[in-house]
T-cell receptor, first 114, second 113 residues
Framework: AQTVTQSQPEMSVQEAETVTLSCTYD???????LFWYKQPPSRQMILVIR??????QNATENRFSVNFQKAAKSFSLKISDSQLGDAAMYFC???????????FGQGTILTVHP | GAGVSQTPSNKVTEKGKYVELRCDPI?????LYWYRQSLGQGPEFLIY????????DSGLPNDRFFAVRPEGSVSTLKIQRTERGDSAVYLC???????????FGPGTRLTVT
């Protein structure tokens, strides 16, 4: 079985500052993928960043980067230079090597203060 | 191009009624997934289609839930004898192949009164 845990129900950050969202996971598979999704009030799930477990280098996408600690089964998301448009629910998700079923965490609501 | 679309956007029904939720995937995507997202929670997997067949329906909560994809494109999630606990957002996602990036639709918010 796969599990994903997000222990921060809510986080807040000042505009232009940096915030880190935490995620831990558990899986018995040796190869897997990790994702961060953003879900604004429109409900549309948007992929923010992905990390292949076999890659040691942390993924980055513009202002978004991850800290992937495979041994600790930790996968945190860092948002730099936070913008008002970053406010949303953020989900960490895990996918094994089979057909693509995603296992999601409980989510973290991010508020960005002007 | 067009993304994944879901209809209706919102559905209110009475307890005990039957409902159908529709998903139109991105053209050419062979993999299709349904997830259920309860209020304040992350989405939970319901069922996965590869082509026309349900390759994994292990997430369906009980036999009141059923889904079809008869021509390998549009999928319909069917819920019989709805209960208040079925109230949730039902998300559909499609992918060009089973291990490719999933593209999500906007979801259908189902409310059972």
């Amino acid at each position: 079985a796969q599990t994903v845990t997000q222990s921060q129900p809510e986080m807040s950050v000042q505009e232009a500052e940096t915030v880190t969202l935490s995620c831990t996971y558990d899986t018995s598979e040796s190869d897997y993928y990790l994702f961060w999704y953003k879900q604004p009030p429109s409900r549309q799930m948007i992929l923010v960043i992905r990390q292949e477990a076999y890659k040691q280098q942390n993924a980055t996408e513009n202002r978004f980067s991850v800290n992937f600690q495979k041994a600790a089964k930790s996968f945190s998301l860092k948002i730099s230079d936070s913008q008002l448009g970053d406010a949303a629910m953020y989900f960490c998700a895990l996918r094994g090597t089979s057909y693509g079923k995603l296992t999601f965490g409980q989510g973290t609501i991010l508020t960005v203060h002007p | 191009g067009a993304g994944v679309s879901q209809t209706p956007s919102n559905k209110v029904t009475e307890k005990g009624k039957y409902v159908e939720l529709r998903c139109d995937p991105i053209s050419g995507h062979t993999a299709l997934y349904w997830y259920r997202q309860s209020l304040g929670q992350g989405p939970e997997f319901l069922i996965y289609f590869q082509g026309t067949g349900a390759a994994d329906d292990s997430g369906l909560p009980n036999d009141r839930f059923f889904a079809v994809r008869p021509e390998g494109s549009v999928s319909t999630l069917k819920i019989q004898r709805t209960e208040r606990g079925d109230s949730a957002v039902y998300l559909c996602a499609s992918a060009p192949a089973p291990r490719s990036e999933q593209y999500f639709g906007p979801g259908t918010r189902l409310t059972v009164t």
